[in-house]
T-cell receptor
Framework: GENVEQHPSTLSVQEGDSAVIKCTYS??????FPWYKQELGKRPQLIID?????GEKKDQRIAVTLNKTAKHFSLHITETQPEDSAVYFC????????????FGDGTTLTVKP | DAGVIQSPRHEVTEMGQEVTLRCKPI?????LFWYRQTMMRGLELLIY????????DSGMPEDRFSAKMPNASFSTLKIQPSEPRDSAVYFC??????????FGPGTRLLVL
């Protein structure tokens, strides 16, 4: 089955700096890659996603890049703010219609004011 | 839409008791997922359904866990008998045609 590895497990940045979280996947058939943000005590919520036919996607301060050849994708957050502090999960789906996503172990991001 | 609804939000029980968690997916979504989240093991997929049919239950830890989806708007996850190591946050999520999973608020289970 699919295996998703996420790095780093913890990340601390100064407010205003950029943060990058990386994930690798094992199954080349995976074609949908969502990122979830989970604030303390809350549910995971989708913040951005990318499909395998796209190399990069941006949404304001958040961007995701995908390298299908290397089987890795990354989340980039620019101009970080304290409210960006949360646990971020990447995921990969083999069959976008089946919806079964394999999740990474999560990255705890702390943005220091 | 109210989103995915889970009940109870918190549950404290004693070891050996039966625990039933409930989930109402978003209307029109035909996939439903049950996850367990702990500090040690992260977010684990326990089971998921498509059109009320269980598709993959390989994540269910053992026979003490069972899940049902009697109709498109309701699912249960049952633990019988419960053990302290079952303490976790249990999330239900549903998915429609958008490929995005929407998570419920979770049930925080503490087994004493």
């Amino acid at each position: 089955g699919e295996n998703v590895e996420q790095h780093p497990s913890t990340l601390s940045v100064q407010e205003g700096d950029s943060a990058v979280i990386k994930c690798t996947y094992s199954d080349s058939a995976s074609n949908y890659f969502p990122w979830y943000k989970q604030e303390l005590g809350k549910r995971p919520q989708l913040i951005i996603d990318i499909r395998s036919n796209v190399g990069e996607k941006k949404d304001q301060r958040i961007a995701v890049t995908l390298n299908k050849t290397a089987k890795h994708f990354s989340l980039h957050i620019t101009e970080t703010q304290p409210e960006d502090s949360a646990v971020y999960f990447c995921a990969a789906s083999i069959d976008t219609n089946a919806g079964k996503s394999t999740f990474g172990d999560g990255t705890t991001l702390t943005v220091k004011p | 839409d109210a989103g995915v609804i889970q009940s109870p939000r918190h549950e404290v029980t004693e070891m050996g008791q039966e625990v039933t968690l409930r989930c109402k997916p978003i209307s029109g979504h035909d996939y439903l997922f049950w996850y367990r989240q702990t500090m040690m093991r992260g977010l684990e997929l326990l089971i998921y359904f498509n059109n009320n049919v269980p598709i993959d239950d390989s994540g269910m830890p053992e026979d003490r866990f069972s899940a049902k989806m009697p109709n498109a708007s309701f699912s249960t996850l049952k633990i019988q008998p419960s053990e302290p190591r079952d303490s976790a946050v249990y999330f239900c999520a549903s998915l429609g045609t958008e490929e995005t999973q929407y998570f419920g608020p979770g049930t925080r289970l503490l087994v004493l």
